[in-house]
């Protein structure tokens, strides 16, 4: 049998089978290479730095009145209206008028004693060593008092004590109470306060838009925290503030009961340690 060499105008260009006896040539796949585009990396951007801050800074001081303190009675009120609310018996106190009473003495005790207390510390001023003087007496009462065997006698004499209340007036008293409290602290103590910025201290008046300013060069801040009672119990760190200024008319200015006395000291050194011109805008 006889081969016919295959017609290469029968096929396209590329595609004619090998004639027999004719040598294949295999061409070996190219593998697709990979082209990596680097981008090009942008330098950060460097701000321009200004050792002048853009925007001032400031501290505000307020002062509270001694009425802040009075938080434990109207805090003791509410909760001896919850036990009497709670625990507390119907009490016919005259034909047709029942009234709601906690028929043990220990909550009117109790609320007529913080009242006590509260008024007393707030209205007597005990100081530094007052304060340690005051401490030791009543420290050397109590020994002396177990060292005499008195306190049976005493506690005896105190089970004797009944004070009560109905809860009517534990819900008024003390509702009154908090609301004053919270319009004198919230309110009526934030109309006047001190701004401190770099500088300048100045009283702000909201009320009248009135103002008064004072320069800080050779200005004295004195923070007075030595009040156990108010500052301590009551205030939970509180203080006075107390400023000398300097210069041909000498003033000094006293800022009583600051919350948080510490924090607000500390932020006004930092500020009055730095210049004015430091919150100025940056050069041109």
Partial sequence: MSTVPPNPSQYPPGTRPAAAGEPVFVTPPVAPQQ???QQPVEAP???????????????NVISHSNFFYWWP????GYIMAAVTYGWGNHVEISPGNVEMIYAGKNPGVIFTLTF??????????????SSLVILLVIAFGILLAAYMQWWDTLLKEFSLLSIHMNLGFYVT???LLFVVWAISTFIYDHLSYWRVTPGQVTHEFLIGA???SYDTRGMVFEKHRNDLFRHWVLGFGSGDINIST??????????????????????IQRLIAMKPDQFEG???
């Avoid at 951007?45 to 501290?59: D, G, M, R, S």
């Avoid at 009675?73 to 003791?76: A, D, E, P, S, Y």
């Avoid at 006590?116 to 060593?129: D, E, Y």
């Avoid at 000498?250 to 919350?259: G, R």
């Fill in 35 to 37: 082209v990596i585009i």
């Fill in 282 to 284: 940056p050069p041109a």
């Fill in 116 to 129: 006590f207390l509260v008024i007393l510390i707030t209205n007597v001023t005990v100081r530094g060593l």
């Fill in 173 to 175: 008293f003390s509702t």
């Fill in 45 to 59: 951007a460097v701000k321009p730095h200004h050792t002048h801050l853009e925007q001032p800074q400031e501290v």
């Fill in 210 to 212: 009135a103002s008064k």
């Fill in 73 to 76: 009675v109207w805090l003791v």
């Fill in 246 to 267: 300097t210069g041909a008319q000498k003033t000094s200015i006293a800022i009583p009961n600051v919350l948080f006395v510490d924090a607000k000291v500390l932020a």
